[in-house]
């Protein structure tokens, strides 16, 4: 029967551990079977800063419409006809659900931003303290050498 060293003992639990703690998210598997990204999860202000900028070409394509729509409406007035009164009532209803989803996404563009730097600050402080706790408690050198 052989013995095994310490260390090889040693190592052989760090690696099993520094394994079993890795996070990864579902969606974002190296594998391909999900979402985009590789093994590590990382924070991007420049992805975060591009989807507030498309929330905010969704508010003008929002607009556009909604003019476009009220231009349509013009002459659609016909009183005493139902069908008419239909319409008017499915335009205000369309227009009230527009006016809102443009609101929520002109609201939604400030946080976006604020999310992805605050996540970036939230990595880079992550980073810094590991950094420091590193520098300041290193590993003894392995007993009879490498």
């Known amino acids: 029967m052989s013995s095994t060293s310490f260390d ?3 190592a ?6 520094a394994a079993a703690t890795q996070m990864r998210l579902a969606s974002a598997a190296p594998d391909g079977g999900g979402g985009g990204g590789g ?8 992805v975060w ?3 507030s ?6 508010v003008s394509g929002i607009k ?3 003019t476009d729509f009220e231009a349509g409406q013009k ?16 335009y205000q209803s369309w227009k009230t659900y527009l006016d809102g989803l443009s609101g929520k996404c002109s609201t939604l563009q400030g946080p976006m931003v604020q999310a992805g730097k605050g996540q970036v600050a939230n990595d880079d402080a992550l980073r810094a303290g590991f950094t420091r ?3 300041q408690y290193k590993d003894t050198p392995a007993t009879g050498g490498r």
Do not use: F, H, I, Y
């Not at 900028?53 to 969704?58: A, E, F, K, P």
């Not at 002459?75 to 499915?90: K, W, Y």
């Open 8 to 10: 090889a003992e040693w």
């Open 12 to 17: 052989g639990l760090k690696e099993g551990t």
């Open 39 to 46: 093994e590590d999860l990382k924070s991007d202000q420049a």
């Open 49 to 51: 800063n591009k989807a």
């Open 53 to 58: 900028n498309d929330v905010g070409q969704l």
């Open 64 to 66: 556009k419409a909604q």
């Open 75 to 90: 002459g659609a007035a016909v009183s005493g006809v139902d069908s008419a009164a239909a319409q008017s009532e499915l």
């Open 133 to 135: 706790m590193n520098d």
